[in-house]
C-alpha cells in the first residue's frame, strides 16, 4: 500500500466519531468523505485498494435493505460484509 497522507484532517476517528468503522487485516478503516482513511503514527492515510481482486463464491447481491453497511466511496459504493468492502465491478464484486 502506498503511503498517501490525507491532508488538513482535523478530526479524531474512533467510537462513536460518527463515521462507519470498518476492519480490513489489521487495521480500521473510518469511512469519510467519500474515501477511507485509517490512523497512522499522528496522522491518517488515504486507505485505498491496489489491484483488481475478485470476490469468489459471492452469491450476496448487495443493495438497499441488504443487511450489509453501505459506505460511500468516490464514485461507487461500499458494502462492507464479514471484515472487508465490496464494491460491484462489470457483473462480479470485487475485495477492497
Same mark, same amino acid.
Given at each position: 500500500?502506498? @503511503?498517501?497522507?490525507?491532508?488538513?484532517?482535523? @478530526?479524531? @476517528?474512533?467510537? +462513536?466519531?460518527? /463515521?462507519?468503522?470498518?476492519?480490513?487485516?489489521?487495521?480500521?478503516?473510518? *469511512? =469519510?468523505?467519500?474515501?477511507?482513511?485509517? *490512523? /497512522?503514527?499522528? %496522522?491518517?492515510?488515504?486507505?485505498?485498494?491496489? +489491484? /483488481?481482486?475478485?470476490? #469468489?463464491? @459471492?452469491?450476496?447481491?448487495?443493495? #438497499?435493505?441488504?443487511?450489509?453497511?453501505? !459506505?460511500? =466511496?468516490?464514485?461507487? !459504493? &461500499?458494502? !462492507?460484509?464479514?471484515?472487508?468492502? %465490496?464494491?460491484? /465491478?462489470?457483473? %462480479?464484486? &470485487?475485495? %477492497?
Amino acid at each position: 500500500m502506498a @503511503h498517501l497522507e490525507h491532508t488538513g484532517h482535523d @478530526h479524531r @476517528h474512533g467510537e +462513536g466519531c460518527g /463515521h462507519t468503522a470498518v476492519q480490513h487485516g489489521d487495521h480500521v478503516e473510518y *469511512a =469519510h468523505d467519500g474515501h477511507l482513511h485509517r *490512523a /497512522h503514527g499522528e %496522522h491518517y492515510d488515504e486507505c485505498e485498494p491496489s +489491484g /483488481h481482486v475478485i470476490c #469468489e463464491g @459471492h452469491d450476496h447481491q448487495h443493495g #438497499e435493505g441488504c443487511g450489509h453497511p453501505a !459506505v460511500r =466511496h468516490g464514485d461507487h !459504493v &461500499d458494502y !462492507v460484509h464479514d471484515g472487508h468492502r %465490496h464494491a460491484l /465491478h462489470q457483473g %462480479h464484486y &470485487d475485495d %477492497h
